[in-house]
């Protein structure tokens, strides 16, 4: 368990780190609006590509996937077939 935490830990420092090196991509006054302009359809690229990704992965696996064994029937018992009797009657008479 410490070693989830551990790399629970790391994942919030690097999403905080993320987010603070974004903001002063997008908002530094040192740039132009150029720049930000160039940070912005980078990211909007890559929000794209990955989702567009991830629907390519899903309609491969669908694709690549055999299809499951078909459900067979339950096939009577002897004793079944000469009473005439299923299971679901048995359950009712009980």
Do not use: C, H
Not at 54 to 76: F, K, N
């Amino acid at each position: 368990m410490d070693k989830d935490r551990a790399i629970g830990v790391l994942l919030v420092v690097a999403g905080v780190i993320g987010i603070i090196v974004y903001g002063l991509l997008l908002w530094n006054p040192w740039t132009g609006t150029l720049y930000t302009m160039t940070v912005l359809a980078i990211t909007a690229f890559v929000a794209v590509a990955a989702l567009l990704g991830i629907v390519a992965w899903i309609g491969w696996t669908m694709a690549t996937t055999p299809p499951p064994p078909p459900i067979e029937a339950e096939v009577p018992t002897s004793d079944q077939q000469s009473t005439g009797e299923t299971k679901e009657s048995e359950s009712k008479s009980s």
